[in-house]
């Protein structure tokens, strides 16, 4: 069988890599890739980005299901386009995923059915919101409405820090579309979840939770990224604790969409809150599995990917459960220099040759790639080309264990400015 994945980044990597290993995937192709599944034995890059184009792909090539992987093709309507040209894709429709493409829709739905999140007010004058500000104070917290690749929220904790993140996003344009309308969000405290599911209208399959690190440096410091590290499972979340997820958080979205008639196929992603009494609280709704949580989760993934993505796709998740190996992963993301304001390109990244096995199924870690490409002086070499450009998983008896794993095998890999937190599972 031939299989698509959508994408670029360490999470399709991630994906690919698991779903090379089912015994009925002959082909693994991603659009477009990066160095990383370009020289994984079993992949192979397909240079197109273009919807138009890899439904030609698609039918030419005789690909069989394709996966997506990151929000904005999902947000231009590929699965929509696809169904429509009659070809297996599994994702959320277009106007699905207004729950992560617009948080001001996302909000409301929230609202609606009765889903526990922050109080928040929407604004796209930054007079008034600076007048909610004053009457609100701070801390507080900010978000672009739109889709701004994890880096649309600003945790101000002076308001003077939030009238700046306000004007720089309603009156210096900073985030571009994204930011022409913000929310204004009620502070929250507690420890964050990744609660990530398959669902397939109707039905959902809960994947291992996780949890991940958002600022840039250690102690939580600096500005948000779209994720510097992230380990599973999530200690914090009991089994009772799973169950009130399940039905407070998730069950409420998927009956909710489909009462709205636009039942939700794909991967959801969940991003809590968890306050110190128990008290559950949505932070976002993501329409896509998350970077760097993927990466960890198709670690200690052993159910064939590819067989839980056709229950999904013929609506039969109730079918089937999936398995995870006992041992804990954490992952630890490299990032470029500058990122993630104006990260460099083309920094020749040494150690990896070393360490990428042609089979390395059964062994105990996986660098996955994302910001990269093949070039250098000799066009051979693999260099930046991104933000985050790898990320280092390993898996361990325990989270200590994968910790100390994975910052083992970091440690053998060098580029010129690299950025890497030191505490991810501390």
Known sequence: MKVLVIGGGGREHALAWRLKQSPRVNNVFVAPGNAGTAIEEGLKNIPITAISDLIDFVKNELVEITIVGPEAPLAEGIVDSFRLAGLKIFGPTKQAIQLEASKDYSKSFMLRHSIPTAAYAAFCDPVMAHKYLDKIGAPIVIKADGLAAGKGVKVAMTLSEAHETVDAMLVSNSMGGAGQKILIEEFLEGEEVSFIVMAD??????????????????????????????????????????????????????????????????????????????????????????????????????????????????????????????????????????????????????????????????????????????????????????????????????????????????????????QMRTDIGL
């Open 201 to 418: 209208g109707k039905n959902v399959l809960p994947l291992a939770t996780s949890q991940d690190y958002k600022r840039l440096g250690d102690g939580n410091h600096g500005p948000n990224t779209g994720g510097m590290g992230a380990y599973s499972p999530a200690p914090i979340v009991t089994p009772e604790l799973h169950e009130r997820i399940i039905n407070e958080v998730i069950d409420p979205v998927i009956k909710g969409m489909a009462a709205e008639g636009q039942p939700y196929t794909g991967f959801l992603y969940a991003g809590l809150m968890i306050g110190e009494g128990g008290g559950i609280n949505v932070l976002e709704y993501n329409c896509r599995m998350g970077d760097p949580e993927t990466q960890s989760i198709m670690l200690r993934l052993k159910s064939d990917l590819l067989t839980l993505v056709e229950n999904a796709i013929d609506g039969t998740l109730n079918n089937i459960d999936a398995k995870w190996d006992c041992r804990a992963a954490l992952g630890v993301v490299m990032a470029a220099y500058g990122y993630p304001e104006m990260p460099r390109q083309g920094d020749v990244i040494h150690g990896l040759s070393e360490l990428i096995f042609k089979d390395d199924l059964g062994k105990d870690f996986h660098v996955f790639q994302a910001g990269t490409k093949v070039g250098g002086k000799d066009g051979k070499e693999i260099v930046t080309a991104g933000g985050r450009v790898l990320c280092v998983t390993a898996l361990g008896d325990d989270i200590k264990n994968a910790r100390y794993r994975a910052y083992e095998i970091s440690n053998q890999i060098y580029f010129d400015g690299f």
